[in-house]
T-cell receptor, first 116, second 114 residues
Framework: GAVVSQHPSWVICKSGTSVKIECRSLDFQATTMFWYRQFPKQSLMLMATSNEGSKATYEQGVEKDKFLINHASLTLSTLTVTSAHPEDSSFYIC????????????FGSGTRLTVV | AQSVTQLDSQVPVFEEAPVELRCNYSSSVSVYLFWYVQYPNQGLQLLLKYLSGSTLVKGINGFEAEFNKSQTSFHLRKPSVHISDTAEYFCAVSALRGAQKLVFGQGTRLTINP
């Protein structure tokens, strides 16, 4: 149980275009979703925390106008990279906290974004 | 705020040998502690977590970790590794209260050699 489905698993896009990444909770309601970015051979850096029905809380240094997060329902959160540039190329991972489960988190399988 | 330091960026080990991956954390509040494993181009899989109680935590795939409050450490161990354990391992913490976001260490690349 508690599966988060993340799509696409990889995407290549041209500079200047936008890309949307989706994370769906398949068998539970994801009240809170976290979005992470991971550079090659580096750790996961939290970009933002989103709660269903409210605006996302972005970490310091993350451009909220560039990385648009929508969490309009309890089963879907999306990250849109707007006007993508090569430096946005990275591995993006979503994670949902599990209500009622102490220290409970489940992760999506990640999206490899390459901007050319 | 919390921070996590994984003391080794890479650990090469021969198959069937024991291994320890070190993790130290810093926090002004009580925390939960986690170890995750990541295989190439995949998300994270939980190995084990410490919430409270016994300081020795057993996880999946034969891994275990010991919480040491005085040394603020949470080292991961396995008595005998297998080739399939080759992966990236992340130690993480989250505060018991508040935003509950996970803060990750830098990761340790475990390479098992035959």
């Amino acid at each position: 149980g508690a599966v988060v489905s993340q799509h696409p698993s990889w995407v290549i896009c041209k500079s200047g275009t936008s890309v949307k990444i989706e994370c769906r909770s398949l068998d539970f309601q994801a009240t809170t979703m976290f979005w992470y970015r991971q550079f090659p051979k580096q750790s996961l850096m939290l970009m933002a925390t989103s709660n269903e029905g409210s605006k996302a809380t972005y970490e310091q240094g993350v451009e909220k106008d560039k990385f648009l997060i929508n969490h309009a329902s309890l089963t879907l959160s999306t990250l849109t990279v707007t006007s993508a540039h090569p430096e946005d190329s990275s591995f993006y991972i979503c994670s949902a906290s599990l209500q009622g489960v102490y220290g409970g988190y489940t992760f999506g399988s990640g999206t490899r974004l390459t901007v050319v | 705020a919390q921070s996590v330091t994984q003391l080794d960026s890479q650990v090469p080990v021969f198959e069937e040998a024991p291994v320890e991956l070190r993790c130290n954390y810093s926090s002004s509040v009580s925390v939960y502690l986690f170890w995750y494993v990541q295989y190439p181009n995949q998300g994270l899989q939980l190995l084990l977590k410490y919430l409270s109680g016994s300081t020795l935590v057993k996880g999946i795939n034969g891994f275990e970790a010991e919480f040491n409050k005085s040394q603020t450490s949470f080292h991961l161990r396995k008595p005998s590794v297998h080739i399939s354990d080759t992966a990236e391992y992340f130690c993480a913490v989250s505060a018991l209260r508040g935003a509950q976001k996970l803060v990750f260490g830098q990761g340790t690349r475990l390479t098992i050699n035959p």
